[in-house]
């Protein structure tokens, strides 16, 4: 599926595109600041992101050959109860010369409408220091559940 506003295109993640999305979540791991990173190595980041395109859902924004932001989610039924299908988001991200822009509305608009066509229950998550206000997605019908921390015990 390809939406399109602003000359900034979604569209479905293709292999091609792994070398630039793992760059870019370097990026990610770095304003996540954590003590261990959360790839380990560039061939395991390779194959992680793999696996999310051909089994899973990656979306890209681009303009014209230009990549602008990326957006992944795991297909996967609920732990508690396995009748409920869930798309996770696991990241999504802005590289940032591109934020400001719409990449990062658009890449969302496109992952939830996925969701609505393939799962019961659509779950986002916003990092402590992301840009992105919650407010964005109250108006599109997410309710907070949950609030995630994470203690470094290393």
């Known amino acids: ?15 091609a595109d792994i070398d630039w999305i793992v760059s870019e979540l370097r990026e990610f791991a770095a304003h996540y600041n ?5 790839f380990p190595d560039e061939m395991h980041a390779h194959q992680v992101i793999s696996s999310m395109i051909d089994g899973h859902v990656v979306f890209v924004a681009e303009r014209g050959t230009e990549l602008h ?14 009748t ?4 996770a988001e696991m990241f999504w ?6 934020r400001g822009s719409r990449a990062g509305l658009l890449l969302l608009n496109e992952f939830i409408a996925f969701g609505e066509k393939n799962a019961d229950w659509i779950t ?13 997605l109250l108006k599109r019908g997410f309710i907070g ?3 995630s921390y994470l203690r470094e015990v290393v």
């Open 145 to 147: 559940q949950e609030r």
């Open 1 to 15: 599926m390809l939406f399109q506003r602003s000359n900034v295109a979604v569209r479905r993640a293709r292999l």
């Open 69 to 82: 932001g990326f957006i992944g989610g795991i297909i996967t039924p609920h732990f508690m109860n396995p």
């Open 124 to 136: 986002v998550s916003l990092e402590n220091r992301s840009p992105v206000h919650e407010k964005c």
């Open 34 to 38: 954590t003590k261990k990173p959360l």
């Open 84 to 87: 409920i299908k869930t798309i």
């Open 93 to 98: 991200w802005v590289a940032k010369e591109h």
